[in-house]
């Protein structure tokens, strides 16, 4: 074994040594026991240990704590350390507590009065090791002890630089756990003025914390952005050389830059004509900088220039109010398409397909359609495929939308299975949006299902049938283009679906031809009738019968088809009740009455056209780009319907169900009634919190104002939980920014563990995406996580902070039981420890004995019927599922009609438990009972 240096502890060297030589998990174990038994007879019994010695055994219970093995004792020798004016017995002493001690513990006061000691001292090394124990454990504990301190240690003129970096971080920290914990205020101006510090470590620790406190309260930091712009400004036009210290690679201060840009993309532009210009230098500096020649062929000096440029970038983006820089940020953009690496690539296309949505940008962003088309057909990585397909989504207009069809068409036969149906949909969308002449239209659409039909959605296929119908002009030549399709040998379920619909309708448009006469269209439909299921079965039944109508002289060979065993004694209900019926139809002898019946298709009134925007943007939440409507294209729209006279039918124009009936449907279909006519345009409004609810329901509406909707649906089985979070856009503008963040105190982090989806941070116009979240019980708790949201709508910034509908009852497990079971079991939880009871006044009659049924199966218990001597009493029973152990739940509610009072009782095994429960069905019992219980 090489020989130990210095303070190395060699006792601890030769522990590991003897732990990593083991040979078996029981030779570990065993030596493992031995060192626990010698050190807590050294603490027990050796009075006269000196700080190497409790720093040296100290050390070993930790390393034998992160092998996997609980640790019972050594915490107070831990503290006592911390008195210690070593700084390696400091060290070790505040490592121990970071690791093994957590918020709630017994220890904490005596472990807060150390580190105000520390804090105290005028030597920094120990302030620095208190500040980074405090972020390091992090609770609300911490955060009301040393709320107050850390924030004057920051802006303190005393305070020491490396000082100064250790509190912004520790004091972001805390704000994170607890945003009291900086005050409004006097506080403000000198945090922000930390962006002027000469030292670039604490600016750069400063920016992080500043960052946080813009998104919660943006008004009142406005004043960093004047600076943040003066900072940023003396980075970029410097010399590498200026910051020695803070330069990477060639790149001054590339995190600090980057945090800058950050912070910025909180606001809109600077209003102040200075600022803007001087912002405007710093990003053409950016810009400028990025057409120099590399100063390095190291990949970490391009990654950090890189890194500068993209976030400039997403600012120039942001911003959208320079067209010089747009376009000069395109160009920029447009060279990283050709490059070599793969993640500039799809860097680049995803920045391009933001830029495309900008009216200053779109012609520049267009120049690069053939090296987008290039990419798409000789990319290897599928992921910068797909963004190739939105970027070409995005830059389509009327000028250039033939020609990307086309292509996308193209690349659609041997495109990846993943993408199909997204770019299915974004077909659709561009051949309505920009057709000029409805045939063309009609041959993409058929053309799509007939290349993907197993991706074309019922949407799809609903909404070409819905413009054939509402435009004359084109219903002969859709009905001859369908049924020369439907000759193929293999022809898709769609096309049956869209063949059987047309014809239908207008097969008598082309029943003059003889390859095409009747009994050849009833013929060639029929012949598919066998492979197709019984849905499209039942819609060629449909079909025949408009036949009988449209063409008497074949109407005995579909008589025969109707009273065909398969169809009028099919096992289907379906089919054998059309078939049926359109038999009887069929044989009616009044000629007027079935031409009523069977009369063609009314034209659908236009805000009935299909969502396919909405459909895209739910196939991919935040990453749907809006293929931009410039002014030009909004006038000729106008125009084409003046000249035509017609409302509705007249264009082909995918109006979005905001526009169509006032932005403010129910966009997660949950049964929320409409806020009314439009969004007020700073979110404020009728505000719905739905979060009581919730304790006896599983899926619905959470949250609701007036520009944005949260749905909750919740599945839970033993102890996990999965929520999906429903975000809807109910307003014409997108969210920028958007960040929900899901988090949960320290107490309860203890007794659930999260994980959680990220999500993108543009959410448009109008669309509605999902966010999942993982939940494993623990231990019983009795908060919610919260959900902290943050976005800009319309330039102005909004905030929305609500708990998450997972409590311990979510994990409750309906248990069934007799009579004799159930009082056996009541009478063992007897203990007054176990038991919660609490007498209240109903508020509401009590004679709704089916409401309360209700809300008691809603909460997760299993109600036992005739078990209670009392029939009116309500008796339930669970098991409460957690990853240590199982918790039995028993409820007794008595009602006494008379007095109109209940008593509830709960026992169970954890008196935590019985009282949470007791608390929250007596609330819940009394709010009035008006939703449904999913």
């Given at each position: 074994m090489p020989a130990v240096r210095g303070d190395g502890m060699r006792g601890l060297a030769v522990f590991i040594s003897d732990i990593r030589n083991c040979k078996s998990k029981e030779a570990e174990i065993k030596r493992i026991n031995k060192e626990l038994a010698n050190i807590r007879s050294k603490f027990k019994g050796d009075k006269t240990l000196d700080g190497y010695q409790k720093k040296k055994y100290v050390c070993k219970l930790l390393f034998i704590f992160l092998l996997g093995h609980d640790i019972d004792f050594g915490q107070i020798e831990a503290v006592n350390l911390l008195s210690s004016n070593k700084y390696t017995e400091k060290q070790i002493g505040y490592l121990f507590i970071s690791v093994l001690i957590?918020?709630?513990?017994?220890?904490?006061?005596?472990?807060?009065?150390?580190?105000?000691?520390?804090?105290?001292?005028?030597?920094?090394?120990?302030?620095?090791?208190?500040?980074?124990?405090?972020?390091?454990?992090?609770s609300k504990d911490m955060a009301e002890a040393f709320g107050q301190e850390i924030p004057k240690l920051l802006v303190s003129g005393d305070t020491l630089d490396v000082v100064k970096q250790s509190a912004a971080l520790c004091l972001l920290r805390l704000f994170r756990t607890d945003a009291s914990?900086?005050?409004?205020?006097?506080?403000?101006?000198?945090?922000?003025?930390?962006?002027?510090?000469?030292?670039?470590?604490?600016?750069?620790?400063?920016?992080?914390?500043?960052?946080?406190?813009?998104?919660?309260?943006?008004?009142?930091?406005?004043?960093?952005?004047?600076?943040?712009?003066?900072?940023?400004?003396?980075?970029?036009?410097?010399?590498?050389t200026d910051f020695q210290d803070y330069t990477y690679y060639f790149v001054p201060a590339p995190w600090l830059s980057v945090k800058l840009l950050r912070l910025l993309q909180n606001y809109p532009p600077p209003e102040d004509p200075g600022v803007r210009g001087r912002l405007s230098e710093c990003l053409e500096t950016i810009l400028n900088k990025a057409q120099e020649p590399p100063k390095s062929k190291k990949i970490q000096h391009s990654n950090a220039k890189n890194a500068v440029l993209f976030e400039a970038i997403s600012l120039i983006i942001h911003n959208d109010s320079e067209p010089n820089l747009l376009v000069r940020a395109c160009n920029q953009l447009g060279q990283f398409l050709s490059h070599r690496e793969t993640n500039l690539r799809y860097l680049a296309l995803e920045s391009m397909c933001i830029l495309a949505t900008s009216e200053f940008s779109h012609e520049a962003v267009k120049k690069h359609q053939e090296t987008v088309i290039n990419a798409l057909k000789t990319e290897r990585d599928v992921s910068v495929r797909q963004r190739a397909v939105d970027l070409l989504y995005a830059m389509c207009d009327k000028s250039n939308a033939e020609e990307i069809v086309?292509?996308?068409?193209?690349?659609?036969?041997?495109?990846?299975?993943?993408?199909?149906?997204?770019?299915?949909?974004?077909?659709?969308?561009?051949?309505?949006?920009?057709?000029?002449?409805?045939?063309?239209?009609?041959?993409?659409?058929?053309?799509?299902?007939?290349?993907?039909?197993?991706?074309?959605?019922?949407?799809?296929?609903?909404?070409?049938?819905?413009?054939?119908?509402?435009?004359?002009?084109?219903?002969?030549?859709a009905a001859k283009t369908v049924f020369e399709a439907l000759q193929a040998q293999a022809c898709h379920e769609n096309m049956v679906k869209v063949g059987g619909y047309i014809l239908g309708e207008f097969g008598n448009l082309i029943a003059g031809d003889a390859r095409s006469s009747p009994a050849v269209q009833?013929?060639?439909?029929?012949?598919?009738?066998?492979?197709?299921?019984?849905?499209?079965?039942?819609?060629?039944?449909?079909?025949?019968?408009?036949f009988v109508n449209l063409f008497p002289e074949i109407k005995s060979h579909i008589e025969e088809i109707f009273v065909a065993d398969s169809n009028l004694r099919?096992?289907?209900?379906?089919?054998?009740?059309?078939?049926?019926?359109?038999?009887?139809?069929?044989?009616?002898?009044?000629?007027?009455?079935?031409?009523t019946v069977l009369e063609e298709m009314p034209p659908f009134p236009e805000k009935e056209s299909s969502g396919l925007l909405n459909l895209l943007k739910k196939k991919r939440p935040g990453r749907v780009i809006e293929n931009p409507d410039r002014l030009d294209e909004h006038v000729a729209?106008?125009?084409?319907?003046?000249?035509?006279?017609?409302?509705?039918?007249?264009?082909?124009?995918?109006?979005?169900?905001?526009?169509?009936?006032?932005?403010?449907?129910?966009?997660?279909?949950?049964?929320?009634?409409?806020?009314?006519?439009?969004?007020?345009?700073?979110?404020?409004?009728?505000?719905?919190?739905?979060?009581?609810k919730f304790y006896c329901k599983n899926n619905g509406v959470l949250y609701e104002n007036d520009i944005v909707q949260i749905g909750v649906k919740t599945e839970c089985r033993s102890n996990l939980a999965r929520l999906a979070l429903f975000y809807g856009n109910k307003t014409n503008h997108p969210f920028m920014n958007f960040k929900p963040d899901v988090s949960a105190s320290p107490a309860l982090s203890m007794a659930i563990l999260l994980q959680v989806k990220q999500v993108?941070?543009?959410?448009?116009?109008?669309?509605?995406?999902?966010?999942?979240?993982?939940?494993?019980?623990?231990?019983?708790?009795?908060?919610?996580?919260?959900?902290?949201?943050?976005?800009?709508?319309?330039?102005?910034?909004?905030?929305?902070?609500?708990?998450?509908?997972?409590?311990?009852?979510?994990?409750?497990?309906?248990?069934?039981?007799?009579?004799?079971?159930?009082?056996?079991?009541?009478?063992?939880?007897?203990?007054?420890?176990?038991?919660?009871?609490?007498?209240?006044?109903?508020?509401?009659?009590?004679?709704?004995?089916?409401?309360?049924?209700?809300?008691?199966?809603?909460?997760?218990?299993?109600?036992?019927?005739?078990?209670?001597?009392?029939?009116?009493?309500?008796?339930?029973?669970?098991?409460?599922?957690?990853?240590?152990?199982?918790?039995?739940?028993?409820?007794?509610?008595?009602?006494?009609?008379?007095?109109?009072?209940?008593?509830?009782?709960?026992?169970?095994?954890?008196?935590?438990?019985?009282?949470?429960?007791?608390?929250?069905?007596?609330?819940?019992?009394?709010?009035?009972?008006?939703?449904?219980?999913?």
């Open positions: 957590s918020g709630n513990s017994e220890l904490i006061q005596l472990i807060v009065q150390s580190i105000k000691n520390d804090l105290a001292s005028r030597n920094p090394v120990h302030v620095s090791l208190a500040l980074q124990c405090i972020a390091n454990i992090g914990v900086i005050p409004s205020g006097e506080w403000t101006s000198r945090i922000v003025h930390l962006l002027n510090d000469q030292h670039m470590g604490v600016v750069t620790a400063a920016a992080s914390l500043i960052d946080a406190l813009v998104k919660k309260n943006p008004e009142e930091y406005k004043g960093c952005i004047s600076l943040a712009v003066s900072r940023l400004s003396r980075i970029v036009t410097s010399s590498y086309l292509e996308m068409l193209a690349y659609l036969e041997t495109a990846d299975y993943s993408i199909r149906e997204e770019m299915v949909l974004k077909v659709a969308i561009l051949a309505e949006k920009y057709a000029t002449d409805y045939k063309w239209y009609v041959d993409v659409i058929l053309n799509l299902i007939r290349l993907a039909g197993d991706y074309v959605s019922e949407e799809v296929w609903y909404r070409v049938i819905q413009i054939v119908i509402n435009r004359d002009d084109v219903q002969g030549y009833l013929q060639l439909l029929h012949s598919k009738f066998h492979l197709c299921s019984s849905m499209t079965r039942a819609l060629l039944l449909s079909t025949y019968v408009k099919s096992a289907d209900a379906e089919l054998q009740q059309r078939a049926s019926e359109y038999l009887a139809l069929s044989k009616l002898t009044s000629l007027d009455v079935l031409a729209r106008k125009e084409h319907k003046e000249t035509n006279g017609t409302s509705g039918t007249s264009g082909l124009s995918l109006a979005s169900n905001q526009e169509q009936e006032g932005g403010s449907a129910d966009l997660l279909g949950l049964g929320v009634p409409s806020a009314g006519n439009g969004p007020s345009t700073n979110g404020s409004g009728t505000v719905t919190n739905n979060i009581q993108d941070s543009t959410v448009e116009a109008g669309a509605q995406f999902q966010q999942m979240v993982n939940v494993e019980c623990v231990s019983d708790f009795d908060e919610q996580p919260d959900l902290n949201l943050t976005f800009f709508y319309n330039g102005a910034p909004q905030s929305i902070s609500i708990k998450l509908p997972i409590s311990i009852n979510k994990f409750i497990e309906p248990t069934e039981m007799n009579g004799e079971a159930f009082f056996s079991r009541w009478k063992n939880l007897s203990l007054p420890a176990q038991e919660s009871q609490k007498i209240f006044k109903a508020a509401h009659p009590m004679e709704n004995s089916d409401a309360t049924k209700t809300k008691l199966i809603g909460y997760g218990f299993q109600l036992l019927e005739n078990i209670d001597p009392n029939p009116d009493n309500y008796v339930c029973a669970g098991i409460i599922h957690t990853r240590s152990l199982q918790i039995g739940c028993l409820l007794r509610l008595e009602p006494n009609k008379q007095a109109q009072m209940y008593r509830l009782t709960t026992r169970s095994s954890v008196e935590a438990v019985s009282q949470h429960i007791t608390n929250v069905l007596c609330e819940t019992l009394n709010v009035p009972f008006n939703y449904q219980v999913e």
